[in-house]
């Protein structure tokens, strides 16, 4: 019923900013909130930010301060922009989708790449 689209991940070095977007699409009028989790190889998979419709935010630790979502209702997308980057930070990005039926989209995933 929604289909989630991720893209803008690549290669970056360290310090630099890179900005992740996140396109819904089908049922659009259902969705709740928003999410970008993260994992790395051999690590398990975290939640790193999250926007609801009311337009709250919510962030790991990790990256307060240093990324920013942001949601564009009229485009259906969210954005995570990511400044100061760190070879932690290196992973592939996820975003998710939540609807008003409970259920979770999730996107096929782009990778973030930091180089020291």
């Known amino acids: 019923q929604v289909q989630v689209v991720e893209s803008g991940g690549g290669l970056v070095q360290t310090g630099g900013p890179l900005r992740l977007s996140c396109a819904a699409s089908?049922?659009?009028?259902?969705?709740?909130?928003i999410y970008w989790h993260r994992q790395a190889p051999g690590k398990a998979r975290e939640l790193v930010a999250g926007v609801s419709n009311g337009g709250s935010t919510n962030y790991v630790n990790s990256v307060k301060g240093r990324f920013t979502i942001s949601r564009d209702n009229a485009k259906n997308t969210v954005y995570l922009q990511m400044n100061s980057l760190k070879p932690d930070d290196t992973a592939v990005y996820y975003c998710?989708?939540?609807?008003?039926?409970?259920?979770?989209?999730w996107g096929q995933g782009t990778q973030v790449t930091v180089s020291s």
């Open positions: 089908g049922r659009t009028s259902s969705i709740s909130a």
């Open positions: 998710r989708v939540d609807s008003d039926d409970g259920r979770g989209y």
